[in-house]
């Protein structure tokens, strides 16, 4: 979904919102999931290995960076289109892509844990 929106380019901040309004739940069922696999499969979080809680750390800090798109920087996106302010909606644009660039890469860097840490 995080990609879709990068390659997708300028889209209006009702668009986001509802792609956003999607992944929020999707996240949180993801992290509900990773812990419930964890617990099932290695017992407690002091047997845990160092990877799972790396790839659940990461995933925190995927979903707060998501929470921050969609609560912080879409409201900031609408304002400065109903403002019709050229430079701020650009700015605005410019900071939503480079965290849906850094939730992508910390995907990546998950998925590396995950294959290499078995």
């Given amino acids: 979904m995080l990609l879709a929106l990068l390659v997708a380019g300028r889209r209006d901040g009702a668009a986001w919102r509802r792609q956003f309004s999607a992944t929020i739940p999707a996240m949180a069922l993801t992290l509900a999931s990773g812990w419930g696999l964890a617990f099932a499969e290695l017992g407690p979080p002091r047997d845990w290995s160092w990877t799972v809680d790396a790839m659940q750390s990461l995933g925190i800090v995927m979903a707060v960076l998501t929470l921050v798109l969609r609560f912080g920087l879409l409201p900031l996106h609408d304002e400065s289109m109903a403002k019709n302010d050229a430079e701020v909606l650009a700015t605005g644009i ?8 850094a939730n992508l890469l910390l995907a990546f860097i998950i ?7 078995q």
């Fill in 111 to 117: 998925l590396v844990i995950a294959v290499t840490g």
């Fill in 94 to 101: 410019g900071r939503i892509n480079r965290l849906i660039a």
